[in-house]
């Protein structure tokens, strides 16, 4: 046995039980996380879609090309990892035997050439990798650089170790050319050139330069294992494993249902619950053990972090940020984790105060997570398209807000009034469900209602599924007005639930209240199921997503398609037809925004951008930030229903960018993105920063106003009149098909449609240095929490954004009170408040507010000064129920806590409406496991003592009840100014990535 052979043996003696220590500590972590049904019979039960799987996303690396230049420069890396393995087999095998070659292939003249060529090409892929962090270092851009947050010297590393592998690998084969022991005598051209460069070395120097090459390449790959296993580099060898048992095709769509022990948890589980049973998330170890496989495939790559919209508007979470958090939190919990029950007092102390840590409380509190970044995440899935290796950050923020809601009674007091909307009336406005029908009035066709004027679906093709927006916003009405009237125009025969139809429970499950979700739910497959459904149309994303992905829960498997999709399929079937002249074909420029669950969530890019090419006299320009990669409005994970205290407005921020583009008219595809944009472009209006002739309109208005003829856009009245864009037009606009209007009456002809636009995306909107971005000219003021404060509006949530095809529309008026709107307004209760003994979760009444309480947020990038408000702080939990007491008379699952609440949101009592007899205190506690009593529901929350039909039956209101007060647009959230403005002049295919080693 030689020097060599002993040396390598002792280098692989010390390293190696390092390293498998460490992988049996991650293997015992990973798994003592919850169990994950259906996540390994999805790989065995469908071997040949996981295997392809693997080959697109592994290796092919499909997901990191996205973004062009970083990601073909980790392509070369990844593959340099996987080919060179071939070189250190030969490199163990020469400690043994100088002359070794790899049985079959190992003097194969190909493999030696690929050797040599990937290593190069990893030389070059190091060297990018470098130049982007240099370009993009946090210390220069600040929250700008995708890197902020990740471990920096970590990544240094390991490109040293890299370039060290390269260099010793050439060394070492270099000297076994010249010496006549290397397998290959051509192929490896760069090894064979470092050997011609060392032949005139003699004989006994190169043997040692030989051996010295062989130790310094196996130790320094020895050293390199023994950083990956201890560092975010881990996903070297856990992302396939994480890509192989992820969600197919994304972890988009529905939301994960509510599991305890693996198992589904739902309603009917509630009186057989024990109380160990796990309502949520509320301890790291309550994660599943995908979920705690997510946190340590983490790369740190940022790519999450350059899309989020909370991010990219000052606001404190980032999604790689929040899964570091976690990650970093279950490695420092681990030892108590793994511990036997009596071993755990013996154990440090720094582990036992680690142990014990919140999972959600404020930086006092020393939470691991900050309220304000749980509750800033709008459910857009940015994060998920973007991220390489498959994390599904969407589903573990949902998971930690049903703990809040359901366990900790700790969620945004404006959260209140949307449960007790949803509960009570079965839609978020809380008005009355005998108002559904009132968009219908006016129209010179009748529409269908099922138990009314059609006994069931099966007379009709369709049902169009209405939702609560389109039956109750005033925006959205129109859009509902126009889908029905392209229907009837086209010959379509459609009936709608009327009454009988109620929320999907979007909002609900989004904001964490899985059972009203669930009680929703229930209640509409039962109805549809009633009513024969076969196919159904919407208006409305949220709405399409849920029935589409989410009821299957339930045993109902739905057609769905979006009225888009419908509507497209129209005009190509020639049942509906644009003016080719006329008012309706007058100029004009749109852009298309995406809502994210149409979009991201669904994959329907295509059929929204061809229905508005084939209108004529369009012409599309596209926003940079679209398809995949669009930008969101701002309104989902309940978000809608939550004030915007922290940074800029997400919905000023895209409407910003639609209206740099120089369009008219945005279009959109969603009733609750027509309400951010439009609120959006209000207040930009009011500021002069856009057009009083831009608008917002809906697809399908668009549409009607092309069929009918009629003039497509208030900017221009007159065919041919000269355009008026509220700014610049964008470089690369691209013009629909073009259809001149002629100067003399023409017969209507119709309109050839388009070829489908392709909505691929080579490169991102953030791919490039922020540093000179210009900076907003306004200072804003000091940032406040979301869980407090004085909130501030620019614009009205509900203010009517007049349009040309605002028709009207006579009604009998049988009421006063205005419109509830979604609670954008002030609200003084925290996420803290509790809730006085015998009202319930949602029954948040007036009381003093607590005194004001100073709190550090999780993420001090976020806010650029102190806090000026109050702000509540959030309780680790102020219930004194368990899982299993019983629910008393009159009581609900949702009357959970005692005392007084530390502030209230100030609801505006409607002006006709009846007044609601006040809840008494002396209500006693409910518990788990007691019997709802007969009349009664799970959702009569805080009802105690009164008659269950005042409460659920809304048939004989006329009137919204407790709608919320609008707040005025008297200011802006608080802001540093520095929020990522999309710049137009940069080439994304040649800039930065974030997936670097």
Same mark, same amino acid.
């Given at each position: 046995?030689?020097?060599?052979l002993?040396?390598?043996?002792?280098?692989?003696?010390? !390293?190696?039980?390092?390293?498998?220590?460490?992988?049996?500590?991650?293997?015992r972590?990973i798994?003592?996380?919850?169990?994950?049904?259906?996540?390994?019979?999805?790989?065995?039960?469908r071997?040949?879609?996981?295997?392809k799987?693997?080959?697109?996303?592994?290796?092919?690396?499909?997901?990191?090309?996205?973004?062009?230049?970083?990601?073909?420069?980790?392509?070369?890396?990844?593959?340099?990892?996987v080919? +060179?393995?071939s070189?250190?087999?030969?490199?163990?095998?020469?400690?043994?035997?100088?002359?070794?070659?790899?049985p079959?292939?190992g003097?194969?003249a190909?493999?030696?050439?690929?050797?040599?060529?990937?290593?190069l090409?990893?030389?070059?892929?190091?060297?990018?990798?470098?130049i982007?962090?240099?370009?993009?270092?946090?210390?220069?851009?600040?929250?700008?650089?995708?890197? &902020?947050?990740?471990?920096?010297?970590g990544?240094w590393v390991?490109?040293?170790?890299i370039?060290?592998?390269?260099?010793s690998?050439f060394?070492?084969?270099g000297?076994?050319s010249?010496?006549g022991?290397?397998?290959?005598?051509?192929?490896?051209?760069?090894?064979?050139?470092?050997?011609?460069?060392?032949?005139?070395i003699d004989?006994?120097?190169?043997?040692?330069?030989?051996?010295l090459?062989?130790l310094?390449?196996?130790?320094?790959?020895?050293?390199?294992?023994?950083?990956?296993?201890h560092?975010?580099?881990?996903?070297?060898?856990?992302?396939?494993?994480?890509?192989?048992f992820?969600?197919?095709?994304?972890a988009?769509?529905?939301?994960?249902?509510m599991?305890?022990?693996?198992?589904?948890?739902?309603?009917d589980?509630?009186?057989?619950?024990?109380e160990? !049973?796990?309502?949520g998330?509320?301890?790291?170890?309550?994660?599943?053990?995908?979920?705690?496989?997510?946190?340590?495939?983490?790369?740190?790559?940022?790519?999450?972090?350059?899309?989020?919209?909370a991010?990219?508007t000052?606001?404190?979470l980032?999604?790689?940020?929040?899964?570091?958090?976690?990650?970093?939190?279950a490695?420092?919990?681990?030892?108590?984790?793994?511990?036997?029950e009596?071993?755990?007092?013996?154990?440090?102390?720094s582990?036992?105060?680690?142990a014990?840590?919140?999972?959600?409380?404020?930086?006092?509190?020393?939470?691991?997570?900050?309220?304000?970044?749980l509750w800033?995440?709008?459910?857009?899935?940015?994060?998920v398209?973007?991220?390489?290796?498959d994390?599904?950050h969407?589903?573990?923020?949902?998971?930690?807000r049903?703990?809040?809601?359901?366990?900790?009674?700790?969620?945004?007091?404006?959260?209140?009034?949307?449960?007790?909307?949803?509960?009570? &009336?079965?839609?978020?406005?809380?008005?009355a469900?005998?108002?559904?029908?009132?968009w219908? &009035?006016?129209?010179d066709?009748?529409?269908?209602?099922?138990?009314?004027?059609i006994?069931?679906?099966?007379s009709?093709?369709?049902l169009?599924?209405?939702?609560?927006?389109?039956?109750?916003?005033?925006?959205?009405?129109k859009?509902?007005?126009?889908?029905?009237?392209?229907?009837?125009?086209?010959g379509?025969?459609?009936?709608?639930?009327?009454?009988g139809?109620?929320?999907?429970?979007d909002?609900?499950?989004?904001?964490?209240n899985?059972?009203?979700?669930?009680g929703?739910?229930?209640?509409?497959?039962?109805?549809?199921?009633?009513?024969?459904?076969?196919?159904?149309?919407?208006?409305?994303?949220?709405?399409?997503?849920?029935?589409?992905?989410?009821?299957?829960?339930?045993?109902?498997?739905l057609?769905?398609v979006?009225?888009?999709?419908?509507?497209?399929?129209?005009?190509?079937?020639? &049942?509906?037809?644009?003016?080719?002249?006329?008012?309706?074909?007058?100029?004009?420029?749109?852009?298309?925004?995406?809502?994210?669950?149409?979009?991201?969530?669904?994959q329907?890019?295509?059929?929204?951008?061809?229905?508005?090419?084939?209108?004529?006299?369009?012409?599309?320009?596209?926003?940079?930030?679209?398809?995949?990669?669009?930008?969101?409005?701002?309104?989902g994970?309940?978000?809608?229903?939550?004030?915007?205290?922290?940074?800029?407005?997400?919905?000023e921020?895209?409407?910003?960018?639609?209206?740099?583009?120089?369009?008219?008219?945005?279009?959109?595809?969603?009733?609750?993105?027509?309400?951010?944009?439009?609120d959006?472009?209000?207040?930009?209006q009011?500021?002069?920063?856009?057009?009083?002739?831009?608008?917002?309109l809906?697809?399908?208005?668009?549409?009607?106003?092309?069929?009918?003829?009629?003039?497509?856009?208030?900017?221009?009245?007159?065919?041919?009149?000269?355009?008026g864009?509220?700014?610049?037009?964008?470089a690369?606009?691209?013009?629909?098909?073009?259809?001149?209007a002629?100067?003399?009456a023409?017969?209507?002809?119709?309109?050839?449609?388009?070829?489908?636009v392709?909505?691929r995306?080579?490169?991102?909107?953030?791919?490039?240095?922020?540093?000179?971005?210009?900076?907003?000219?306004?200072?804003?003021?000091e940032?406040?929490?979301?869980?407090?404060g004085?909130?501030?509006?620019g614009?009205? +949530?509900?203010?009517?954004?007049?349009?040309?095809?605002d028709?009207?529309?006579?009604?009998?008026t049988?009421f006063?009170?205005?419109?509830?709107?979604?609670?954008?307004a002030k609200?003084?209760?925290?996420?803290?408040?509790?809730?006085?003994a015998?009202?319930?979760?949602?029954?948040?009444?007036?009381s003093?507010?607590?005194?004001?309480?100073?709190?550090?947020?999780?993420?001090?990038?976020?806010?650029?000064?102190?806090?000026?408000?109050?702000?509540?702080?959030?309780t680790?939990?102020?219930?004194?129920?368990?899982?299993?007491d019983?629910i008393?008379e009159?009581?609900?699952?949702?009357?959970?806590?005692?005392g007084?609440?530390?502030g209230?949101?100030?609801?505006?009592a409607?002006p006709a409406?009846a007044?609601?007899?006040?809840?008494?205190?002396?209500?006693?506690?409910?518990?788990?496991?007691?019997?709802?009593p007969?009349?009664?529901?799970?959702?009569?929350?805080?009802?105690?003592?009164?008659?269950?039909?005042t409460i659920l039956?809304?048939?004989?209101?006329?009137?919204?009840?407790?709608?919320p007060e609008?707040?005025?647009?008297?200011?802006?959230?608080?802001?540093?100014?520095?929020?990522?403005?999309?710049?137009?002049?940069?080439?994304i295919?040649?800039t930065?990535?974030?997936?670097?080693?």
């Amino acid at each position: 046995m030689n020097w060599v052979l002993v040396i390598g043996l002792l280098m692989n003696a010390v !390293a190696l039980p390092i390293v498998g220590r460490r992988v049996l500590f991650l293997y015992r972590l990973i798994t003592a996380g919850q169990p994950a049904p259906g996540r390994v019979e999805g790989v065995t039960g469908r071997l040949g879609a996981t295997l392809k799987r693997q080959v697109v996303e592994v290796f092919g690396q499909k997901k990191l090309l996205k973004w062009s230049v970083p990601g073909a420069a980790h392509f070369f890396v990844f593959w340099a990892f996987v080919i +060179l393995a071939s070189v250190y087999l030969e490199a163990y095998g020469a400690l043994f035997d100088p002359h070794f070659a790899i049985p079959l292939i190992g003097r194969w003249a190909v493999l030696g050439f690929l050797q040599d060529f990937i290593a190069l090409m990893a030389l070059a892929g190091i060297t990018t990798f470098a130049i982007i962090r240099l370009r993009n270092s946090p210390q220069r851009l600040g929250r700008k650089s995708r890197f &902020k947050g990740s471990h920096l010297g970590g990544a240094w590393v390991v490109l040293f170790m890299i370039f060290n592998v390269v260099w010793s690998l050439f060394l070492f084969r270099g000297a076994a050319s010249a010496l006549g022991n290397l397998p290959y005598k051509s192929g490896a051209f760069m090894s064979i050139a470092v050997g011609d460069w060392l032949d005139g070395i003699d004989h006994g120097s190169l043997e040692f330069l030989e051996h010295l090459g062989l130790l310094l390449h196996i130790g320094i790959m020895l050293v390199f294992l023994v950083d990956v296993v201890h560092s975010k580099h881990l996903h070297i060898f856990v992302a396939p494993i994480n890509v192989m048992f992820g969600r197919t095709p994304v972890a988009l769509g529905a939301a994960v249902p509510m599991m305890s022990a693996g198992k589904p948890i739902t309603m009917d589980d509630l009186e057989e619950l024990d109380e160990d !049973a796990k309502l949520g998330v509320g301890a790291v170890e309550d994660f599943t053990w995908k979920g705690l496989l997510d946190f340590a495939t983490c790369t740190e790559c940022g790519r999450c972090q350059s899309q989020c919209p909370a991010w990219n508007t000052e606001k404190p979470l980032s999604p790689k940020m929040l899964i570091l958090e976690l990650r970093d939190h279950a490695f420092a919990k681990a030892p108590y984790i793994l511990a036997e029950e009596s071993a755990r007092d013996g154990l440090p102390e720094s582990v036992k105060q680690e142990a014990a840590r919140p999972l959600i409380a404020d930086e006092a509190s020393y939470g691991v997570i900050d309220p304000d970044v749980l509750w800033s995440c709008t459910n857009c899935g940015a994060c998920v398209n973007q991220c390489p290796v498959d994390i599904e950050h969407v589903d573990h923020i949902i998971d930690m807000r049903r703990y809040q809601v359901l366990v900790e009674n700790n969620f945004p007091a404006e959260l209140s009034q949307l449960f007790r909307g949803l509960e009570g &009336k079965g839609n978020p406005w809380n008005m009355a469900p005998t108002m559904r029908m009132d968009w219908a &009035k006016g129209l010179d066709f009748e529409v269908p209602v099922v138990g009314e004027t059609i006994e069931s679906l099966e007379s009709v093709d369709w049902l169009f599924w209405v939702g609560c927006a389109g039956a109750y916003e005033d925006r959205a009405k129109k859009t509902t007005r126009a889908v029905a009237e392209l229907l009837n125009l086209a010959g379509i025969s459609f009936g709608v639930l009327g009454n009988g139809e109620t929320c999907t429970g979007d909002a609900a499950r989004r904001a964490g209240n899985e059972f009203v979700y669930q009680g929703l739910a229930s209640q509409n497959v039962a109805t549809l199921t009633e009513a024969k459904t076969k196919q159904v149309v919407t208006t409305c994303a949220h709405c399409f997503n849920t029935l589409k992905n989410e009821y299957r829960d339930f045993g109902l498997e739905l057609e769905v398609v979006h009225h888009t999709q419908l509507l497209n399929r129209l005009v190509r079937d020639g &049942k509906l037809t644009p003016v080719a002249s006329g008012e309706g074909a007058s100029p004009r420029s749109i852009t298309y925004h995406d809502p994210c669950f149409l979009g991201r969530h669904n994959q329907v890019y295509s059929p929204p951008r061809e229905l508005l090419q084939v209108l004529p006299g369009a012409q599309y320009v596209e926003m940079e930030r679209s398809a995949e990669r669009s930008f969101c409005c701002g309104a989902g994970g309940a978000r809608m229903w939550m004030e915007e205290r922290i940074g800029e407005r997400i919905n000023e921020n895209r409407t910003r960018e639609a209206v740099a583009t120089g369009a008219d008219q945005i279009a959109v595809g969603c009733p609750f993105c027509r309400v951010m944009l439009d609120d959006g472009l209000t207040a930009a209006q009011s500021r002069g920063e856009a057009s009083e002739q831009v608008e917002v309109l809906d697809v399908a208005q668009m549409l009607l106003a092309s069929v009918k003829g009629v003039s497509a856009t208030k900017a221009r009245a007159v065919v041919g009149s000269a355009p008026g864009p509220a700014a610049p037009p964008a470089a690369g606009e691209s013009p629909a098909s073009p259809i001149a209007a002629p100067s003399v009456a023409q017969p209507v002809e119709p309109v050839e449609p388009v070829e489908p636009v392709d909505t691929r995306q080579p490169g991102s909107l953030f791919d490039t240095d922020q540093a000179d971005q210009p900076q907003p000219t306004e200072a804003k003021s000091e940032v406040e929490g979301i869980q407090g404060g004085e909130g501030k509006l620019g614009g009205s +949530l509900f203010g009517d954004g007049a349009s040309l095809f605002d028709t009207p529309v006579e009604e009998e008026t049988t009421f006063a009170a205005p419109p509830a709107t979604p609670t954008r307004a002030k609200a003084d209760a925290g996420v803290g408040t509790e809730i006085p003994a015998g009202t319930s979760l949602f029954d948040i009444g007036d009381s003093s507010p607590e005194p004001p309480a100073e709190s550090a947020p999780a993420q001090p990038a976020a806010t650029t000064g102190p806090t000026t408000g109050p702000t509540t702080g959030s309780t680790t939990g102020s219930a004194d129920w368990q899982v299993g007491d019983d629910i008393p008379e009159g009581q609900s699952l949702f009357d959970v806590g005692h005392g007084a609440p530390a502030g209230s949101a100030t609801p505006a009592a409607a002006p006709a409406a009846a007044a609601t007899p006040a809840v008494e205190d002396a209500t006693p506690d409910w518990r788990v496991g007691d019997d709802i009593p007969e009349g009664q529901s799970l959702f009569e929350v805080g009802q105690g003592g009164q008659d269950p039909e005042t409460i659920l039956d809304a048939d004989d209101e006329p009137e919204p009840d407790e709608a919320p007060e609008p707040v005025a647009p008297d200011g802006a959230p608080a802001s540093s100014g520095a929020t990522n403005t999309p710049r137009t002049d940069a080439d994304i295919n040649h800039t930065d990535s974030l997936f670097d080693l």
